[in-house]
């Protein structure tokens, strides 16, 4: 009878486990092969100089993911494009080697193309002071490296569906464009929508969340312009005429949420930057779809990682902040809080209803100085509504 009991609540339990799926995202990875600028001070200096990348310590935070990985253990792990630095394919091949790590433990891996990888001729590699051209890689060789964490091509480009549960299928919208050379911009073609109508025809009644490098939605004003794929209206209507209620993407490197028709289009941050973000997403057995995301565990990273990375990226953006405010004597205090501002934003934590900003004496010191090219972004983007950018649940239609 005891035994009969418990066997009855395993199963419960197990059914509940069983109804669900969780999917891991992760995007703009970023990943530099270390052999590709070991020791150079002149790498040092061009990420310095960069958008705050903390590519230096691409094998840590590699590491890091794979245990990360291991704790959430979910059914798939989506990687939605740029993977290497710059298009290197020695970065390719060594980060596939730890997907195929990741894949070991039990977990799939699917990855899309962003528009750092394929056909990046300014690929770079760096040795002391100088830095010379090396291999980049072909949609062929793309697609080569990565065999075991893609589907062979089923639409435009190398657009395959992710058949992560039988419940949920991610069709992987490659909308980037590298034809002659990789573009910042991505662009929804017809033929991706023929091929979407196709998956669906094939899913049946399984969920649908699609996922793409480029956003479907502009995150923000200042992200309009090259970071939302050209065509997204189409898409948006197929997300809306299907019923798929959550896009996945990357690309503007900030955690972001937007929302339009009923569609919501995830940009979770990038993983080369401070937080060092990922997602999870979780499909409830009653059909709800919930999208959190997440930060690396200090303890999944060596001793002072998070603090010495915060740090490397907040002085980025405060020498560069710096550098519009040229003769001011309270530059310090502004390009400070300028900084601190823009990692609150980029970790998706800003929240424009929190009054510390604007009761912050440097507040009061950027409105006094409205004519100053950055206040028109800080400006802008401070008054943004207030919104979660971090989670959202999208119970089922
Ligand atoms: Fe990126």
């Given at each position: 009878m005891?035994?009969?009991?418990?066997?009855?609540l395993?199963?419960a339990?197990?059914g509940?486990a069983?109804g669900e799926t969780?999917?891991?995202?992760?995007?703009?990875?970023h990943?530099?092969?270390?052999?590709?600028?070991?020791?150079?001070?002149?790498f040092?200096?061009?990420?310095?100089a960069?958008d705050?990348?903390?590519?230096?310590q691409?094998?840590a935070?590699?590491e890091?993911?794979?245990a990360?990985?291991r704790a959430e253990s979910?059914?798939a792990l989506i990687?939605?494009?740029d993977l290497?630095?710059?298009?290197?394919?020695?970065?390719?091949?060594?980060?596939?080697?730890y997907?195929a790590?990741?894949e070991?433990?039990?977990?799939?891996?699917w990855?899309?193309p962003?528009?750092?990888?394929?056909?990046?001729?300014?690929?770079?590699?760096f040795r002391?002071?100088?830095?010379y051209a090396?291999?980049?890689?072909?949609p062929a060789?793309?697609?080569?490296?990565?065999a075991?964490?893609?589907?062979?091509?089923?639409?435009a480009?190398?657009?395959y569906t992710?058949?992560?549960?039988?419940a949920?299928?991610?069709?992987?919208v490659d909308a980037?464009?590298?034809?002659?050379?990789a573009?910042?911009?991505g662009?929804?073609?017809?033929?991706?929508?023929?091929?979407l109508?196709?998956v669906t025809?094939?899913?049946g009644a399984?969920t649908l969340?699609?996922a793409?490098?480029?956003n479907?939605?502009?995150?923000?004003?200042?992200a309009?312009?090259?970071f939302?794929?050209?065509g997204?209206?189409a898409?948006?209507?197929f997300d809306r005429?299907?019923?798929v209620?959550?896009?996945l993407s990357g690309?503007?490197?900030a955690?972001?949420?937007a929302?339009?028709?009923?569609?919501?289009d995830a940009a979770?941050?990038?993983?080369?930057?401070?937080?060092?973000?990922y997602?999870?997403?979780t499909?409830?057995?009653?059909?709800a779809l919930t999208y959190?995301?997440?930060?690396?565990?200090?303890?999944?990273l060596?001793?002072?990682f998070l603090?010495?990375?915060?740090a490397w990226?907040?002085a980025i953006?405060r020498?560069k902040?710096?550098?519009?405010?040229?003769?001011?004597p309270?530059?310090?205090d502004m390009a400070?809080?300028a900084?601190?501002?823009n990692?609150a934003y980029?970790?998706?934590?800003y929240?424009?209803?929190?009054p510390a900003?604007r009761?912050d004496?440097a507040?009061?010191?950027?409105?006094s100085h409205?004519?100053?090219?950055?206040?028109?972004?800080l400006?802008?983007?401070m008054e943004?509504?207030?919104?979660?950018?971090?989670r959202r649940v999208?119970p089922a239609?």
């Amino acid at each position: 009878m005891r035994r009969g009991l418990i066997a009855a609540l395993l199963l419960a339990l197990l059914g509940t486990a069983l109804g669900e799926t969780r999917m891991m995202v992760v995007t703009d990875i970023h990943y530099m092969a270390p052999s590709l600028y070991a020791d150079s001070g002149l790498f040092l200096r061009a990420l310095r100089a960069g958008d705050g990348k903390y590519t230096q310590q691409s094998d840590a935070l590699m590491e890091a993911l794979c245990a990360a990985v291991r704790a959430e253990s979910p059914d798939a792990l989506i990687v939605t494009g740029d993977l290497s630095f710059n298009g290197e394919r020695a970065s390719h091949e060594a980060l596939a080697g730890y997907f195929a790590r990741i894949e070991a433990a039990g977990v799939p891996v699917w990855v899309l193309p962003g528009n750092h990888d394929i056909n990046v001729t300014a690929a770079r590699g760096f040795r002391g002071e100088e830095w010379y051209a090396t291999d980049p890689v072909t949609p062929a060789q793309f697609s080569a490296i990565y065999a075991d964490f893609m589907r062979p091509a089923e639409g435009a480009n190398l657009s395959y569906t992710a058949e992560v549960s039988d419940a949920l299928w991610v069709p992987m919208v490659d909308a980037a464009f590298y034809e002659g050379g990789a573009q910042s911009f991505g662009v929804f073609l017809s033929a991706h929508r023929e091929w979407l109508e196709s998956v669906t025809a094939r899913a049946g009644a399984r969920t649908l969340v699609t996922a793409s490098h480029h956003n479907l939605l502009a995150q923000t004003e200042f992200a309009r312009d090259t970071f939302v794929m050209l065509g997204s209206d189409a898409l948006l209507q197929f997300d809306r005429d299907h019923g798929v209620r959550l896009h996945l993407s990357g690309h503007i490197h900030a955690q972001h949420i937007a929302e339009a028709g009923g569609v919501t289009d995830a940009a979770t941050g990038a993983f080369c930057t401070w937080p060092h973000r990922y997602a999870l997403v979780t499909l409830s057995d009653d059909g709800a779809l919930t999208y959190a995301a997440r930060v690396l565990e200090g303890d999944q990273l060596p001793e002072g990682f998070l603090e010495e990375s915060r740090a490397w990226t907040e002085a980025i953006h405060r020498d560069k902040i710096a550098a519009y405010l040229e003769g001011i004597p309270e530059r310090d205090d502004m390009a400070d809080y300028a900084a601190r501002f823009n990692l609150a934003y980029f970790a998706g934590t800003y929240r424009p209803d929190d009054p510390a900003w604007r009761e912050d004496a440097a507040y009061a010191l950027w409105r006094s100085h409205a004519d100053n090219p950055f206040w028109q972004y800080l400006g802008m983007v401070m008054e943004e509504p207030a919104g979660d950018n971090l989670r959202r649940v999208l119970p089922a239609g």
